[in-house]
């Protein structure tokens, strides 16, 4: 019998690796989960979510569409849908899919952006998994959510920041190119990113102008926007209207404020082009939106 040696290390903050530190960055929430087989399965028509979604294909076809692209789950594929993005995600009577779907949130929410990019490796394709331990994972959390046993919840959060580790390792492929994204964390353009976005979430109350950001930042407008459109993909004005959102969003489900109360909270010019802004990007009114997910929960 091969003998195991056993390696002895004491850990501390000068011995945990980059990506251990990247993700304990980010305080991750699950915010719901679900599971679809032949015998309890439906379509979701186009719509938008505030959180990341991953869907993980198990057997048979999903079929998921967004930003002009539709994408063909097959066995053990997963794909991440980001925030705010208008998808559909569907299957097909010949070849009906059973998947595992599951949505997250991340705190503070400007990082939500830096994370999906991380996650996709910047690229929104399709991640392969060539073995059983995602869905082990994702079977884990099954179990936790149909037993309910004290703590689930926390097993819950830690699993789901084991399921992004795993996805990071198979996506990067290599120890270097892991390396690679977490060094790139700290180049000029994420730093000045990262003290924008904090900016905007410090001041949700006011009306934010690209001019106050340049000011703010001392850079150009050109600048500006390639950072946003290099780093996360969107401009400025659109990080602002879904911070707003996302905030008015907490405050529907969790305050007694009015309409008109959250629209002028948040800087919106009036309650009705708030709830005009919110109906496009969420599909129901905000006082629909907040009945039916007060209903739910």
């Keep these: 019998m091969k003998k195991i040696e056993t390696v002895n290390t004491y850990f501390n903050e000068y011995t ?8 304990n960055d980010f305080k991750l929430t699950p915010k719901a989960f679900g599971k679809q087989t032949p015998m309890n399965y439906g379509v979701c028509d186009w719509r938008i979510i505030t959180d990341i979604e991953l869907i993980y294909n198990i057997s048979g076809t999903t079929y998921v569409e967004f930003n002009d692209k539709t994408y063909v789950l097959s066995e053990s594929d997963l794909i991440i849908v980001p925030s705010f993005t208008p998808h559909k995600i569907y299957t097909k009577d010949e070849d009906i899919h059973t998947n595992y779907w599951l949505h997250f949130s991340t705190s503070p929410y400007y990082k939500q952006f830096e994370l999906f990019n991380i996650l996709t490796n910047e690229q929104n ?12 994972l994702y079977e884990k959390l099954s179990t936790e959510l149909s037993t309910k046993t004290p703590g689930h919840f926390l097993v819950f959060t830690n699993v789901l920041k084991e399921i992004i580790l795993y996805i990071i390792r198979t996506n990067c ?3 270097k190119k ?6 790139n964390r700290f180049d000029s353009d994420r730093f000045l990113i990262e003290k924008c976005q904090s900016y905007i979430y410090s001041n949700l109350s ?5 001019d106050d950001l340049c000011t703010f930042l001392c850079i150009s407008e050109s600048k500006l926007y390639k950072s946003f459109s290099k780093l996360i993909g969107i401009t ?8 707003k959102l996302k905030e008015s969003e907490i405050l529907l489900l969790s305050s007694n404020l009015s309409i008109q109360e959250i629209a002028s909270s948040l800087g919106f010019s009036s309650p009705y082009y708030y709830s005009n802004v919110f109906k496009k990007h969420y599909g129901l009114s905000p006082i629909s939106y907040k009945h039916k997910n007060l209903i739910n929960g």
């Design 236 to 243: 400025p004005n659109q990080f602002i209207l879904y911070s």
């Design 16 to 23: 945990i690796d980059e990506l251990t530190k990247f993700i």
């Design 173 to 175: 492929l290599t120890t």
């Design 125 to 136: 394709s399709i991640i392969h998994i060539g073995d059983d331990y995602l869905l082990s």
């Design 178 to 183: 892991i390396s690679d994204l977490c060094l």
């Design 206 to 210: 006011k009306k934010i102008t690209i």
